[in-house]
């Protein structure tokens, strides 16, 4: 069996998710992959630095309309930081969380992701939501690389090279970490998934690092988050549409 022994696996967790951590520490040993524990920043026991650069008047009044969770910021300070990590590195790595179970073919599946990471930039390992659009690019034996018109939630589990590293920490946040991936209008990284996927299942448990309470907007700030909603829709589409392009040129 492949063995995957550098260390460029990365399993968000927080310190006291023991009995995730036993979780997908048995799996990884059961497949011979080494991989590092990153704590999460649990922003319930206090805002991260990265919070203070947040844009707040963006996103109370272009996105989602209420302030962002505490969970959701220690979400987002977590991967920024594997982020980093990663630019620090200079080589492609591989992030999962750590609710999933993993693939029968996950160490093969891994060694495909870091080098298509350094490739096309940052690649999905996990399925997206049913009525995504994507266009496949590349298709071989090992595997299939598909272009997709937005990350489509969800940091579960994806592989990132420095170079898309560098372009996701050189902006403000204003969105929750998976749909900032996905808006490659604001930071020019397209994000790309690869069959066969690494997560086999998921979400079983409730997430530990983001609470998953939903606030409720002002409908004062409706007509604004509206048009910044279809000003995304659109830009999403012009960037799919000029990336199509030119794959199909090729």
């Not at 995730?20 to 992959?33: H, L, P, Q, Y």
């Not at 844009?55 to 989602?64: F, G, N, P, V």
């Amino acid at each position: 069996m492949l063995s995957i022994s550098v260390p460029n696996v990365f399993v968000v967790s927080l310190k006291r998710s023991v009995e995730r951590r036993e979780k997908i520490a048995n799996e990884m040993a059961e497949k011979s992959i080494s991989f590092i524990f990153f704590d999460a920043v649990d922003g319930n026991q206090g805002l991260p630095d990265l919070a203070a650069d947040y844009d707040y008047a963006k996103r109370l009044w272009l996105t989602s309309g209420y302030m962002p969770s505490k969970g959701e910021l220690g979400c987002y300070a977590s991967h920024y930081a594997l982020w980093v990590k990663c630019i620090e590195m200079g080589e492609p790595i591989v992030v999962c969380e750590d609710d999933i179970t993993l693939s029968d073919e996950a160490p093969s599946i891994l060694s495909l992701a870091l080098k298509k990471a350094q490739q096309y930039g940052f690649v999905r390992l996990e399925d997206i939501e049913p009525g995504g659009e994507r266009t496949q690019v590349e298709s071989s034996d090992s595997g299939t690389v598909y272009l997709m018109k937005d990350n489509y939630g969800g940091t579960r589990a994806y592989a990132i090279s420095p170079t898309a590293a560098m372009r996701l920490v050189k902006h403000r946040w204003c969105y929750p970490v998976d749909c900032f991936i996905g808006a490659n209008f604001l930071h020019g990284q397209y994000s790309y998934q690869m069959e066969p996927l690494l997560v086999k299942t998921h979400g079983e448990d409730c997430s530990t690092v983001q609470d998953t309470v939903r606030n409720r907007a002002p409908l004062y700030r409706k007509p604004s988050r509206e048009l910044y909603t279809l000003y995304k829709k659109i830009m999403l589409s012009l960037m799919y549409w000029r990336k199509r392009k030119e794959i199909s040129r090729r």
